[in-house]
């Protein structure tokens, strides 16, 4: 039988290119569109395992309706997940990718980690993945029983969809608010942590939220006044 996998996490945390890293795997069928269920026509695949994402923490995903999935609940800094939504979509951010939503998103990552309440749930900080040559990241790949060499973090030897197949991958850099295009371009880059303190680009609002929320300070203790 198939093995399901569900990547999820917040907009703009890493669930593409996590998604993307198990699905250069031999043994895993990665599923290109974004959804959060497998359907049965794709448990047909000839593979072990197979691979979907969803760009948001919904709490089906830590319920009964999920516990035949392996689950993946990727987090990310967001002082970076908010300057990058800032860029594609100034000057609205969707209400669905709000700060109140993040964090929720964060309460749930900290009341889960290391926790042994939902069955095959591993979580993850999109920082902590890269580190030691991806030292945490394979923690959890070696765990779920998955069969794979280094050779899967090099994009070089991959071409990474984003959410459409059939469409050529951008040589140059697009603009950030061509969206579909530019994830195309940047998922087929090198593989590394691009929380660059250089790309912060926050309201002042939003500083002031991240700041005074004790769920994101739980996650995220060193954010302060003088790195954000």
């Not at 795997?25 to 691979?51: A, F, G, N, T």
């Not at 990474?160 to 950030?176: L, M, R």
Request: some cysteine; aromatic content about 12%; charged content about 25%.
């Amino acid at each position: 039988m198939v093995k399901k996998i569900i990547v999820f996490g917040f907009a703009h945390s890493g669930t593409t290119i996590l998604k993307s890293i198990i699905g250069h795997i031999d043994e895993v069928d990665e599923i290109y569109p974004e959804q959060k269920l497998i359907k049965p026509e794709q448990l047909k695949s000839d593979k072990k395992y197979i691979v979907c994402k969803w760009p948001q923490v919904l709490p089906m995903f830590f319920e009964t309706a999920y516990q035949d999935y392996i689950k993946i609940f990727i987090i990310r800094d967001p002082r970076w997940v908010f300057s990058s939504l800032n860029r594609r979509d100034n000057p609205k951010i969707s209400s669905k990718y709000s700060l109140p939503v993040y964090i929720e998103n964060a309460r749930l990552f900290h009341q889960f980690r290391d926790s042994s309440k939902v069955l095959n749930l591993y979580t993850i900080k999109y920082e902590d993945m890269f580190e030691n040559n991806f030292y945490n990241l394979k923690k959890i790949l070696n765990s779920i029983g998955f069969l794979y060499d280094d050779t899967i973090f090099d994009n070089t030897f991959f071409t990474n969809i984003s959410n459409k197949s059939g469409n050529e991958i951008p040589q140059e850099k697009p603009d950030e608010k061509k969206h579909g295009h530019f994830r195309k371009w940047q998922i087929n880059q090198p593989i590394m942590n691009m929380n660059d303190p250089q790309k912060i680009d926050l309201t002042e609002k939003q500083r002031q939220q991240i700041l005074s929320s004790q769920s994101i300070l739980m996650v995220y203790p060193n954010i302060n006044h003088k790195n954000n």
